[in-house]
């Protein structure tokens, strides 16, 4: 069965750290990729996706994520977290053969001030 | 343009009550998911429908729950015989058909109190 893979469910910084959220998916067709935010409180927002092209994609508040199809993964990055990065990050895949969309468990990042 | 709709905001119901949730999904999209949010956890998957059609409910309890996506009108998940533990987040998203660029957006949620 294809899943998304979240490696971390909790994941703590200091402010000016650098961010790195893995997520792996099992499935070799085609594929879009997303990843969500959740602040406290809020609904799920996308912040980046990735259809086709340049595998590295840029997405709002200075994320960017880069797909490696060998890999399987799309994993988010920022070089320089802020308190208000504080939320639930959400990896999810669109594959081609399922016209579905799923979402991996999640991870919650705490950013200390 | 407006976003996808979700109805009631908030909803309090006692024990053993119906609660129905609706989702109004963006203009043209024929793709619905209905996502539970538990405080504390994650995002759990409970249904896929297309217009008049379940795709996939592998995520649904197998009592009380139900959903549809009628031909007019909103997708319903409906509650039945409500308990504490469905106390939780109800997310709904929606897509149009995949055809490469498909992505879901998300509603505001819907934040089921059972009391």
């Not at chain 1, 650098?18 to 609904?43: K, R």
């Not at chain 2, 429908?49 to 197998?62: R, V």
Request: aromatic share 12%; proline share 5%.
């Amino acid at each position: 069965a294809q899943s998304v893979s979240q490696h971390n469910h909790h994941v703590i910084l200091s402010e000016a750290a650098s961010l790195e959220l893995g997520c792996n998916y099992s499935y070799g067709g085609t594929v879009n990729l997303f990843w969500y935010v959740q602040y406290p409180g809020q609904h799920l927002q996308l912040l980046l996706k990735y259809f086709s092209g340049d595998p590295l994609v840029k997405g709002i508040k200075g994320f960017e994520a880069e797909f490696i199809k060998s890999k399987f993964s799309f994993n988010l990055r920022k070089p320089s977290v802020q308190w208000s990065d504080t939320a639930e990050y959400f990896c999810a895949v669109w594959m081609n053969r399922d016209d579905k969309i799923i979402f991996g468990k999640g991870t919650r990042l705490h950013i200390l001030p | 343009n407006a976003g996808v709709m979700q109805n009631p905001r908030h909803l309090v119901r006692r024990r053993g009550q119906e609660a129905r949730l609706r989702c109004s999904p963006m203009k043209g999209h024929s793709h619905v998911y209905w996502y539970r949010q538990l405080p504390e956890e994650g995002l759990k998957f409970m249904v896929y429908l297309q217009k008049e059609n379940i795709i996939d409910e592998s995520g649904m309890p197998k009592e009380r729950f139900s959903a549809e996506f009628p031909k007019e009108g909103p997708s319903i998940l409906r509650i039945q015989q409500v308990v504490r533990g469905d106390s939780a987040a109800y997310f709904c998203a929606s897509s149009w058909p995949g055809q490469g660029n498909t992505e879901a957006f998300f509603g505001q949620g819907t934040r089921l109190t059972v009391v």
